[in-house]
Nanobody, 124 residues
Framework: QVQLEESGPGLVRPWQTLSLTCTVS??????????WSWIRQPPGKGLEWIGY???????YYNPSLKSRTSISTDTSKNQFTLQLNSVTPEDTAFYYC????????????????WGQGTQVTVSS
């Protein structure tokens, strides 16, 4: 059973850095065909993909957030981390980490495991 759990501060000051960690159990973040994603949902809005890291550590980001976003992995702890710089109140959202799956041919099968999510509020 794969489980993911988000952790990090629930309140971030404007123009500071949002940092969240996703801890994965029941599976390795280095296992092939997996990718490890961050998704968020602002109040009253739909889900927004932030970015992901592949099993080999390659990263890909939503172009609208790329300049402020960094996803890193710590294989020794089986964790991956989101950093979002220069946050504003518009970054207030419920943040999720999730596992995605690629087919052996490289096509995405979407997400099969999600963390429960964590609320992050950007406020002074």
């Amino acid at each position: 059973q794969v489980q993911l759990e988000e952790s990090g501060p629930g309140l971030v000051r404007p123009w500071q850095t949002l940092s969240l960690t996703c801890t994965v159990s029941g599976g390795s973040i280095t296992t092939n065909y997996n990718y490890w994603s961050w998704i968020r949902q602002p109040p009253g809005k739909g889900l927004e993909w932030i970015g992901y890291s592949t099993s080999s550590g390659s990263t890909y980001y939503n172009p609208s957030l790329k300049s402020r976003t960094s996803i890193s992995t710590d294989t020794s702890k089986n964790q991956f981390t989101l950093q979002l710089n220069s946050v504003t109140p518009e970054d207030t959202a419920f943040y999720y980490c999730a596992r995605g799956r690629f087919s052996p041919y490289g096509t995405s099968w979407g997400y099969d495991y999600w963390g429960q999510g964590t609320q992050v509020t950007v406020s002074s």
